[in-house]
């Protein structure tokens, strides 16, 4: 069913109005490009089609900074930095160069090294579980590597060059567990599922290529010491795009969600409300580039889908994923509470949580604050998330699982945020029936353009390398 656009007399006059001229109403803006959402792609897109190819944009953001899933937390008392969402950045294409333009200085990751128990949240039992030594961790990874190198131009930075459905790797539409038992790298999985594969949930049941698509070669890479990962010199992520927003200005409207929009083969026209003053402003712009998830929920009704759009996005199914900081002082410092079933004990590297559960308590170096992650599906809600940490928590502490003595059983949130639909996938028969071509057939149809990790990679940098790929094909032909 399409969506009702809102076509009236006026609204074809602002259409046809220059911008700037005595006849032109009041809130209506002209711009080349309207870009939604401010997260990795819409900031990597704005800052490069404004200042490398001298395009007028308009950046829509429904939150009052940019950054997305990025969550930087600063300790009101101590006024030190946490970081509880995207932890580093991978050195993918053009990922230094953005920093440096931007004025942001760089240093290299190192990941917090915690003394880690791991406990079955259900039950709070503690279990025998070992990981597998270092040395057997890298030769995985590195026979991992292997395995997807040559397939890592079908997925990153996109699915441009996705094959046909008759030739696409039968390894890629595998059962990640079926995948990993057939290449004996059981050994690597523990290492993918806690760097980013976890957003998944049981990754050993998701086809391959969509854990590819969390933990793929970059990240591999990292691992092995094939690669770099880097973060802001401060150690605050929000720094880059803090100084993404100062660069971009007043071309950003914070705080705004798109009300009612109409699209074309010559420009689109979208109508943005300010959630704090209720104020509708009308773009009117020669191309689209939506940079949020396409999926069935309000962020993308107001987008005149037509009926190809809406049977493309509703084959999608999504995690949803929350992040957050805890105060407690019944979590012993300097340790990570790992959820695993009590099957993975003593060395099952295949065995995790079904959706939904609350990964784990990692502690933050500061305090008594800990980080926590909460897998869900649709049906989870910000208060379900936090009420199945306080759950964990909970049976943890009657276990006798925590700092003894303790017994205080409330936790105070100092901070959480609801990364909404995440890790967009389909069914291994809808891949097979060429689901990905019939996606990217739609790139460009009415002036829009579609970015962002359902048509990339769960990895910043690699979505501005995907960036840097489509912007030159959306540019064509534009005046």
Not at 52 to 57: A, C, E, L, M
């Amino acid at each position: 069913m399409l969506l009702p656009s809102f076509i009236v007399g006026s609204a074809l006059a602002l259409a046809t109005t220059a911008a700037g001229s005595p006849c032109s109403p009041p809130n209506v803006v002209h711009k080349d490009i309207v870009i939604v959402g401010g997260g990795a792609s819409g900031v990597y897109a704005a800052v490069r089609l404004r200042e490398d190819f001298g395009k007028s944009i308009a950046l829509i953001e429904k939150r009052e900074i940019l950054g997305g899933h990025v969550d930087s937390f600063t300790d009101p008392e101590t006024g030190g930095n946490i970081e509880f969402g995207v932890q580093a950045f991978l050195d993918v294409g053009n990922a230094t160069g953005f920093f440096d333009r931007l004025g942001v200085a760089r240093r290299p990751f190192a990941a917090e090294r915690l003394n880690s128990t791991y406990i079955d949240f259900e039950t709070g039992k503690v279990l025998n579980f070992t990981l597998p030594p270092m040395a057997d961790q890298l030769a995985a990874m590195n026979k991992f590597l292997q395995v997807i190198e040559p397939w890592e131009r079908l997925l990153q930075p996109g699915y441009f060059d996705f094959p046909d459905p008759d030739e696409i790797p039968g390894d890629l539409l595998l059962p990640f567990g079926e995948f990993v038992t057939k290449h004996g790298i059981e050994n690597a999985v523990p290492r993918i599922y806690s760097i980013s594969g976890l957003g998944l949930g049981n990754i050993t049941n998701e086809i391959t290529m969509y854990v590819l698509q969390a933990f793929g070669g970059p990240n591999a890479r990292v691992v092995v010491g094939r690669g770099r990962s880097f973060e802001p010199a401060s150690g605050r992520n929000q720094d880059l795009y803090d100084a993404a927003a100062r660069l971009l200005g007043s071309d950003v409207h914070y705080s705004s969600t798109i009300v009612d929009s109409h699209r074309t083969d010559s420009k689109v026209r979208v109508t943005v409300q300010d959630a704090n003053t209720k104020i509708n402003t009308t773009i009117i712009a020669k191309r689209l580039l939506v940079a949020i998830e396409p999926s069935r929920g309000r962020n993308i009704q107001p987008l005149d889908l037509d009926e190809d759009e809406l049977n493309l996005f509703n084959k999608f199914r999504y995690t949803s994923r929350f992040a957050g900081v805890i105060d407690s002082k019944a979590l012993a410092v300097n340790k990570s509470y790992v959820n695993l079933p009590a099957n993975a004990a003593p060395n099952n590297y295949l065995s995790y949580p079904e959706v939904p559960f609350n990964a784990r308590f990692d502690y933050l170096g500061t305090g008594h604050y800990f980080r926590v992650g909460v897998m869900g599906n649709h049906a989870v809600r910000d208060d379900n998330a936090k009420q199945l940490v306080q759950q964990s928590y909970e049976t943890l502490l009657d276990a006798g699982d925590l700092v003894p003595g303790e017994t205080d059983r409330n936790i105070t949130w100092k901070a959480f945020s609801a990364h909404g639909p995440m890790y967009a996938r389909v069914s291994r028969e809808d891949i097979q029936a060429g689901f990905y071509k019939r996606l990217y057939e739609i790139q460009g149809r009415r002036s829009t353009w579609w970015t962002g990790a359902a048509w990339s990679a769960h990895i910043q940098t690699v979505l501005w390398k995907y960036d840097d790929v489509l912007i030159p094909k959306m540019l064509e032909g534009l005046e």
